[in-house]
């Protein structure tokens, strides 16, 4: 059976196959996006740090570093959508002064958007000087990071948001799996097989010495 020892080398190939992936999956995923912000936020105000398109293959990744207490929050919305909504609720003020972008950043405006759409807040922080978050999508979605500062007084902050892509890596770890399982299979089928049939030949009569009369 000369199929034998050919299977036996195409699993030895595909296990050293899948052991080289599994290698190559353990670098680290490159980042796709980067964005870092440092600056003051006013006294109970907050702001848009930045918007994204998310894709089930990006990974968010939002931290911050600051001086005080403040919170992060990520909504399910484009930010010309929350910024047409803060608007509206700026009522005394005609057009887009600047007068109205700083009464739109009131941190009483964001809370009653938290409170109205709670179906579009995808997470909302705790208190801390220190946070951060990783946020996956489920499908193709807009979001929107934004940070507040409820204190009576300026808090200095670093943002930090990183966009990974992570499928090429999933893929990856999936295939190195497979191969390294079908590998083993193989391969070691192979020797058994063999192993076998050496036992075989090795106890069957036509082995044994014949004696000559």
């Given at each position: 059976m ?9 699993g030895?190939v595909?296990l050293?196959?899948?052991l080289a992936?599994?290698?190559?999956s353990?670098i680290?995923?490159?980042a ?7 600056g003051g ?8 740090l930045?918007?994204?398109?998310l894709t089930?293959q ?8 600051s001086?005080g207490s403040v919170?992060?929050?990520?909504l ?8 047409l909504?803060?608007r509206a ?11 109205v972008l700083?009464a739109m950043?009131?941190?009483?405006i ?6 109205e ?12 000087e ?12 807009n979001v ?6 409820p204190?009576p007084s300026?808090v200095?902050?670093?943002a930090?948001i ?15 799996q497979?191969l390294?399982?079908t590998g083993?299979?193989?391969a ?7 192993r076998?049939?050496k036992t075989?030949?090795?106890?069957s ?8 009369r």
């Amino acid at each position: 059976m000369r199929w034998i020892p050919l299977i036996g080398r195409t699993g030895s190939v595909i296990l050293m196959t899948g052991l080289a992936l599994a290698l190559v999956s353990l670098i680290p995923p490159a980042a796709f996006f980067s964005f870092v912000r440092g600056g003051g936020i006013l006294p109970e105000k907050y702001e848009v740090l930045r918007w994204y398109v998310l894709t089930p293959q990006v990974e968010l990744r939002v931290s911050t570093k600051s001086n005080g207490s403040v919170y992060i929050c990520l909504l399910g919305v484009s930010q010309l959508e929350f910024d047409l909504w803060a608007r509206a609720q700026v009522k005394e003020s005609p057009g887009w002064s600047p007068e109205v972008l700083l009464a739109m950043r009131d941190l009483a405006i964001l809370e009653k958007f938290l409170q109205e759409r709670p179906n579009v807040v995808l997470w909302k922080s705790p208190l801390g000087e220190e946070l951060s978050y990783e946020f996956s999508p489920a499908s193709i979605l807009n979001v929107t990071v934004v940070i507040a500062n409820p204190s009576p007084s300026v808090v200095e902050v670093i943002a930090r948001i990183e966009g990974v892509v992570r499928l090429a890596q999933e893929r990856v770890i999936a295939a190195a799996q497979w191969l390294i399982l079908t590998g083993l299979i193989s391969a070691a089928g192979a020797a058994l097989i063999k192993r076998l049939r050496k036992t075989a030949k090795s106890s069957s009569p036509a082995a044994s010495p014949r004696l000559i009369r």
